[in-house]
C-alpha cells in the first residue's frame, strides 16, 4: 500500500510565500507570549490543591469563600471529565515580600564587594529588634522598639498555613464536624484507622490488616467512598465492622488527591533551569549537525526551523489557554528533538544526492530530497501523532498539556522542515557564495558550488 | 553456525535476559512518587543560625574574660550574625582583652568602628559552622525518619558549594504529609532561659509576663536592656480554650540547651495526661543545680523552638531531671520525645518545595497512562500491519522488542518510571517505528529503481542507517539537557526518551535486519516482497 506515489512537487518555489506566513505565524505567537503566559506554581510559586468532590459542588459559593481566606489570588477550576467533580485550587505566593528580598540579594551577589546585607528575618521577629544591617560603615547599633512584628513567630511554613485555610474552607462549605468528634473516613490515614478499628469489635488483631485494606479499597476508587455500602466490598470487612464504623465515622464529601507548594525562590530557579536547559539544548544541537554534515547552513536552518516550531507551538499553546509549567518544558525539549529528526533525514537525503546528482543546482537537489523522503515524513508523522492523540484524549489531566503541546509541535514541525529548514539552508548557501564572489572576484556558478561544497565534506564548516 | 543463527542467538538472549529483568514487573519496576503516592520535599537549613549561635555563646565567653579580668566595658552584644561589639573600652583595656583573645578567641578578627571593638567571625570559620548545621541537620533528619518507620526513604543534600544547604527527601507511600512534616521540620531545640523582671516588679512568683508586646518594651522604659530577648507563650484560657499569647522578657544567653539533654521519653502527669520527662547530662545537671539554687523564688522559662512552653517557679534546687507539661496526646508526646531524642536540628528548616500525590491520584495515573499506552500501541500497529503488509509484522515485532527492552533496561538500572515517564513510554513507540518507517520506505524506493528484492532490503538498511544514526542522536542530546536541567518526574521522562531511543536503534537495526534475513534466505532470487 502507498499513500504516495514518487512525487515532484516544486515546494521551495513558493519559499518566499511561506516565510511570509510563517512570519506572520511568529508574529502572532511572540505577540501572545510576550502578553504574558499563565504560569504554573513550578515557575510562578504558590500552592496547588487538587480536591474530588463526592457531588457538584456549588462553585459560585465556594470560590466566594475560598477568596474570603485574604490570600490573594484563588482560582478554582475543574479539571478532567465533568462527572468526576475534580478541581485544582490554586493559591499564589504568599512571600511577595520574600521574593523582592531574595531577588535584592541575588542582586548584591553579583557585585563582589560590599558584601550582600543579610536580613536575618526569623531573628528579627524574635529579637524584637530589628538587626543591624551588615554594611562596611557598620552604624550603631541601637535597638528600634518601634518596629515589631505584631504576630508571634509563625513557625509553621507558608504551605502547612495555606492547605489548612483551604481544608477548613472546605470543611465548613461542605459542612463536616471538623471538630473530629467522628473520624472522616475520606480523609483518615491508615494510621487513625488502624487506631480507630482497634478499639472496634474486632479488636487489636486484625485492626492494622483492615485498616490496610480499607484504604487500599479506597485508593482503588478515585480515593473517595461514596457509602459506607461500599465497605461491603473491602477485603476482609466483617458485618460487626461495618456496624461499627458507620457509628464512628463520617464520609465526608471531598478527598485531597494532591498538594503541590513550590516557594518563590525555587519558582525562580526552576524558571532559569528550564531557560538554560532548552538553550543549551539547541546550541548542543547546532553543534552536531555542523559537525555532522560540515556546513554552517544546515545547522542554521535546522536550528532556525527548531526555534520557529518552538515558538508557533507554544503561542498556540498560549492562545489555547495552557498553563506554562515543567510538564510543558519537557514537551518543548521533546518537540525540539523530535523536530529535528525529519530534518536531518532530509539533510541526509541532500548530502547523498549532492554526490549523486552533480551538475544539478542546489534548489533541485534539495526539492529532489523533500520529494523522495516526503512520504516517510509524512508517515513518521502520523504513527507519532497517533500515540500523542492517544495520550491527549487519555492520558489523564497531567498530560493534557503536554500532549497537546506536541501534536501542536508535530504538525508545524513537519511543515517546518520542509518549507523553512531547506530554504534557509540554501540562503545561507547562496549568501556565502555572494560573499566570495564579492570578495574573491571569482565566478563560480551556484550549480557547481553546490556540488563542489558537498564534495569537499572532509574539510571543516568555515571554509566550504 | 551460520550469521543467521548467531543472531537469532543473540536476539534470544537479549529477550530471556529482559524478561528475567522485568517479571515480575511490580516488584521489578520502581515506580516514582507520582505514580506511588507519596511526599518530594526540598528543606532548606538555615545555617546561618547555626553561626548566629555559636556567636551568641561567644559573647558570654567574651563577656566572662572582661569581668573576670576586671577589664571595664560599656555594653557587650551580637551584631548581625557573625559580630560580637563591644563599647567604652579604655585603651588599656582594649589590649588586655586582645591579649586574652588571642588566647581563648582565636577565630575572630579584631576591627575598630568608632571607638568600639568589632569581632568578625573568621569566613572560614563560619562556613565550617555551616556546613557541619547542614550535616547535623542530615542525620538528625535521618533518624527521625528512621524512628517514625517510613519505608525506603531519600534522605539527600543539594546544592553545591557553600550554597549547598538544601535537603531533599522523598518519602514514599506516606499519605499525611503534615504530621510527617512536622515530624523532621520541628527544631526541638530545648532551652531554658530564666525570666528578666522589668523594674518595679516586687512580687517575682505571681508576675505573669504581658499580654502585649509593646507594654512590655514600655515597662523597661522603651528600650530592653542588652542581654534581652522577648519571647511569646500561647496559652489557652477559659472553658473554650481560647488562644492567647504571653510576652515574656528572658536572657538572651540559654543557660541549658537541648543538647544538654541526655534523654527524653513520653510519661504520664497525675491525671493521667501524656507529658515528657527528660533527664539532662550530668555537666548540664550540674549548671542546672546552681542556676536553680541562685535564683530560687524567681521564674525560669522552658523554650521549646524560641516558644515558651512554661514558666514556672523556681522553689527548690532542682537536679537534672524534669518534666515538660503541656497539651500533648499521646501521639505528640511520642512524636516530641523522638525529637528531642534524635537531638535538636542545629538551625531551623523552611519547606521550598512539596509536593504530595495522594495514592489515588497516582493509581488513576497509571490507569490513564497505561490504558493510553496500550491504545496507542495497538493504533500505531494496525497502522504499520495496514501500510506494510506483511513486512509490518516485522516492524510490529521490532516495536515490541523495543518496549521490552526499554522495561529491561529501566529496571536493571533501578531507575524510577514517572507520569511523565509514561508518556515519553508513548512517545517512544512513536519515535521507535520511525527508523522502520525510514528503512522499509527506502526499501520500497530501491525496488522501484529495479533492484532485486535482496539489493533492495541491504541497500534499505544500508542508506538509511545514517539518517537513523543522526536523528536519533540529537533527539539524545535535547534528552540529555532534560535530564540535566529537569526535577524529580522531568528526569524520569528523560532517562525514559533516552533508553527508548538507544533500544530502538537496537531494534530496528539489527532485529529487523535480521528478521529481513531470516525471511529472504530460504529463497533464493525471491521476486516480490510484501512491503
Known sequence: MEILRPTHIDFLGKRYILFAVSGIALAVSLWALGNGINKGIDFAGGTEIQVKFAEAPELDTLRRQLNDLGMGDVSLQSIGAVEDHEFLIRIGSQQEAGVAAAQEREEADTQPVPPPPEADDLDDQVDGRAETPDSASIPDPGPIPGVLPEEPVAREGEQTRVYHAVLEVLRNYSGVDTRGARTDLNMANVHEMALLLAAGPGGEPQAGTLATAIAGYRRDHAGLFLSFSDLDQVEGMTPEARTYLEANTVLGPFTIRRVEFVGPQIGGELAWKAKLGMGLALAGMLLYITIRFRNLGFALGGIIALIHDGIIAAGIYDLWGGQFDLILVAAILTLLGYSINDTIVIFDRVRENTRLMRGSDTLTIFNTSINQTLSRTLLTSMTTLLVVVSLFLFGGQTIHGFAFLLMLGIIVGTYSTIFIASPVAILYGQWMESRKVSTRHQVPAIAVTGGKRHRSKGRPAGRS | ?531
Open chain 2, 1 to 531: 553456525m551460520t550469521p543467521l543463527r548467531w543472531r537469532f542467538l543473540i536476539i534470544a538472549a537479549m529477550v530471556v535476559a529482559a524478561v528475567w529483568a522485568v517479571y515480575p514487573p511490580q516488584e521489578k519496576v520502581h515506580l516514582g512518587l507520582d505514580l506511588k503516592g507519596g511526599i518530594h520535599l526540598v528543606l532548606q537549613v538555615n545555617s546561618g543560625e547555626a553561626v548566629a549561635a555559636k556567636v551568641e555563646s561567644d559573647v558570654e565567653t567574651v563577656r566572662a574574660l572582661l569581668t573576670d579580668n576586671s577589664i571595664p566595658f560599656g555594653d557587650l552584644a551580637s551584631e548581625g550574625e557573625d559580630r560580637i561589639r563591644v563599647t567604652g573600652l579604655d585603651a588599656e583595656g582594649r589590649s588586655r582583652l586582645d591579649a586574652l583573645l588571642d588566647e581563648n578567641l582565636p577565630v575572630y578578627n579584631r576591627g575598630s568602628a568608632a571607638d568600639d571593638l568589632i569581632l568578625t567571625l573568621d569566613t572560614f570559620e563560619s562556613q565550617a559552622i555551616r556546613r557541619a548545621a547542614v550535616q547535623q541537620s542530615l542525620q538528625t533528619i535521618h533518624t527521625r525518619v528512621d524512628a517514625y518507620g517510613v519505608a525506603g526513604p531519600i534522605i539527600q543534600q543539594q546544592g553545591f558549594g557553600p550554597d549547598a544547604n538544601r535537603i531533599l527527601i522523598q518519602l514514599p507511600g506516606v499519605e499525611d504529609p503534615e504530621t510527617v512534616i512536622d515530624v523532621f521540620r520541628r527544631q526541638a531545640f530545648l532551652e531554658w532561659k530564666l525570666v528578666v523582671y522589668p523594674p518595679g516588679v516586687t512580687d517575682f512568683r505571681a508576675w505573669d509576663g504581658f499580654s502585649d508586646r509593646q507594654t512590655l518594651i514600655d515597662a523597661f522604659g522603651g528600650t530592653l536592656p542588652s542581654g534581652v530577648e522577648i519571647y511569646p507563650e500561647k496559652r489557652a484560657v477559659g472553658l473554650d480554650d481560647r488562644q492567647i499569647t504571653v510576652w515574656w522578657p528572658l536572657t538572651k544567653a540559654s543557660p541549658i540547651k537541648g543538647n544538654d539533654l541526655k534523654n527524653a521519653q513520653r510519661g504520664q502527669g497525675q491525671f493521667g495526661e501524656a507529658n515528657i520527662a527528660f533527664t539532662l547530662t550530668a555537666t548540664a545537671g550540674r549548671v542546672f543545680e546552681n542556676l536553680t539554687r541562685e535564683n530560687v523564688g524567681r521564674k525560669m522559662a522552658i523554650l521549646l523552638d524560641k516558644e515558651v512552653l512554661t514558666a514556672p517557679v523556681i522553689n527548690s534546687v532542682i537536679p537534672g531531671n524534669g518534666v515538660l507539661e503541656g497539651n500533648y496526646t499521646v501521639e505528640s508526646a511520642d512524636i516530641l520525645a523522638l525529637q528531642l531524642k534524635s537531638g535538636a536540628l542545629p538551625a531551623s528548616l523552611d519547606v521550598l518545595e512539596q509536593r504530595t500525590v495522594g495514592p489515588s491520584l497516582g493509581m488513576d495515573s497509571i490507569r490513564k497512562g497505561v490504558y493510553a499506552a496500550i491504545l496507542g500501541l495497538v493504533m500505531v500497529m494496525i497502522f504499520m500491519l495496514v501500510y506494510y503488509k506483511l513486512s509490518g509484522i516485522n516492524a510490529v515485532v521490532a516495536l515490541l522488542l523495543n518496549l521490552l527492552l526499554v522495561l529491561a533496561i529501566m529496571s536493571s538500572m533501578g531507575a524510577t518510571l514517572t507520569l511523565p515517564g509514561i508518556a515519553g513510554f508513548i512517545l517512544t513507540i512513536g519515535m521507535a517505528v520511525d527508523a522502520n518507517v525510514l528503512i522499509f520506505e527506502r526499501i520500497k524506493e530501491e525496488l522501484r529503481n529495479g533492484k532485486s528484492v535482496r539489493a533492495a532490503v541491504e541497500g534499505g538498511f544500508g542508506k538509511a542507517v545514517s539518517a537513523i544514526v543522526d536523528s536519533n542522536v540529537t533527539t539524545l542530546i535535547a534528552a540529555v539537557f532534560l535530564f540535566q536541567y529537569g526535577t524529580g518526574p522531568i528526569r524520569g521522562f528523560a532517562i525514559t526518551l533516552m533508553v527508548g531511543i538507544l533500544a530502538s536503534m537496537v531494534t530496528a537495526l539489527f532485529v529487523s535486519r535480521t528478521i529481513f534475513m531470516a525471511v529472504l534466505s530460504g529463497r533464493t532470487g525471491q521476486e516480490r516482497l510484501s512491503i
